[in-house]
């Protein structure tokens, strides 16, 4: 099954530091109490290694970055950082593997279709079911206000290559719509479709901290959002 990638300029966009206070407080108050601080916490599509080098900072436990971008990992492994190259969907597994972490990278993971992104975001969960471990997870909550409707629209506006089109042009005159995901997809989900995607995956919701809600710019609610805000959840295999 085959995964949409970005390019390599739109990668270049997420070489930031802009989310990893609230990430770090999370997993202190949801993760770290679960942690065997003997292991290690395992971050996902990690990037530049910003979480996993804030984890080390704050806490006795060690962390280690898998990224498909090998710039990103270069950047991680500058901060001092273990990083590997490698897939979300078939990652390197190791025996001191203890909690890994999935940072708003899960919405990213996009097929040719609904289904098949369905199929990746629960196979990229799916691959760690079997390992003695458990799944820390900070998403994009995106509420509407029908249905679950938005996270669709955002989908089929970035995915289709002639709607990004047509959505790169609407941005230059309105820049609250602007997305670097155009012409490859992204799929944001409401907090009852992660969760029904957790238990299919094969696992229970043993932890979870709510986000904080945020502005949502006039333009962006003709997408019929309700609310954005980004939550955590602790998973464990069932």
């Excluded at 970055?65 to 390197?92: E, H, K, N, T, W």
């Excluded at 042009?169 to 820049?175: D, S």
């Amino acid at each position: 099954m085959l995964q949409k990638q970005l390019s390599p300029s739109q990668i270049s966009m997420f070489y930031k530091d802009l989310f990893t206070y609230e990430q770090v407080k999370h997993f202190r108050d949801i993760a770290m109490p679960a942690a065997n601080v003997t292991k290690v916490v395992v971050d996902v599509g990690g990037g530049c290694g910003y979480f996993a080098n804030a984890v080390e900072k704050t806490f006795p436990i060690k962390a280690r970055v898998i990224d498909a971008d090998p710039i990103s990992v270069d950047a991680a492994r500058a901060l001092g950082v273990v990083a590997d190259v490698g897939d979300a969907l078939r990652p390197a597994m190791r025996d001191d593997d203890g909690i890994i972490c999935f940072n708003l990278i899960l919405h990213h993971l996009v097929g040719a279709s609904e289904r098949h992104t369905l199929n990746l975001q629960v196979q990229a969960i799916t691959a760690w079911r079997d390992r003695d471990v458990k799944v820390f997870v900070n998403e994009y909550i995106y509420e509407s206000w029908f249905a679950n409707i938005s996270g669709r629209i955002i989908y089929l506006i970035t995915s289709s290559k002639l709607l990004s089109a047509l959505g790169q042009f609407v941005a230059r005159l309105v820049p609250s719509l602007r997305a670097n995901t155009f012409g490859v997809g992204v799929r944001f989900r409401g907090c009852d479709e992660w969760r029904s995607i957790f238990e299919r995956a094969g696992f229970e919701i043993v932890g979870y901290a709510k986000g904080e809600a945020e502005y949502i710019p006039p333009a962006r609610r003709l997408l019929l959002i309700s609310e954005i805000r980004r939550d955590s959840f602790l998973l464990a295999a069932k």
